[in-house]
């Protein structure tokens, strides 16, 4: 099982993690809101798919930086896209609930685990470890 964790502390979380509303200035915020949508499984060849969802709501963002980490090689799959979730520096509301979808570039055949790495500039980036591999390249995690 992977272990989620956050680098900074409460104050500086940016990605994956309810926010309360106090937290946000209105201009920043995308208030169309992100409903969980029903589970659709697929398999893309040649990418990885990470669908998450959050059990409280808040604002959500990404910074484009994510990225997937082979925990053998340190080979680094780069983030493609986002779907359902703004890039930083726009915040989306997410409803509790809520689930957005990460696609990344698929990772070497010879990776067996890999770690999801929110690398930014200041405290608070996502940071998934040790996420084991399976044969469809489509995982679920949460943040609870």
């Known amino acids: 099982m992977s272990g ?4 900074g502390g409460m104050k500086g979380l940016y990605a994956m993690l309810a926010l309360t509303e106090a937290s946000l200035v209105d201009d920043d915020v995308d ?3 992100v409903r969980a949508k029903k589970r659709q499984d697929h398999e893309d060849e040649g990418q990885v798919t990470i669908h998450m969802r959050t059990r409280l709501g808040g604002g ?6 994510i990225k997937l980490r082979c925990r053998t090689t340190g080979t680094e799959s780069k983030f493609i896209h986002a779907v359902g979730l703004s890039p930083f ?20 055949s010879s990776c067996r685990a890999f ?3 929110e690398d930014i ?3 608070g980036g996502l940071v998934v ?3 084991a591999r399976n044969g469809r390249d489509v995982y679920r995690l949460g943040t609870d």
């Open 4 to 7: 989620l964790k956050y680098h």
């Open 31 to 33: 208030t169309t809101p």
């Open 60 to 65: 959500v963002r990404i910074w484009p930086s």
């Open 89 to 108: 520096p726009t915040w989306t509301r997410v409803e509790p609930g809520g689930a957005y979808t990460l696609l990344f570039e698929a990772l070497p």
């Open 115 to 117: 770690d999801l790495v």
């Open 121 to 123: 500039p200041q405290p």
């Open 129 to 131: 470890e040790d996420i």
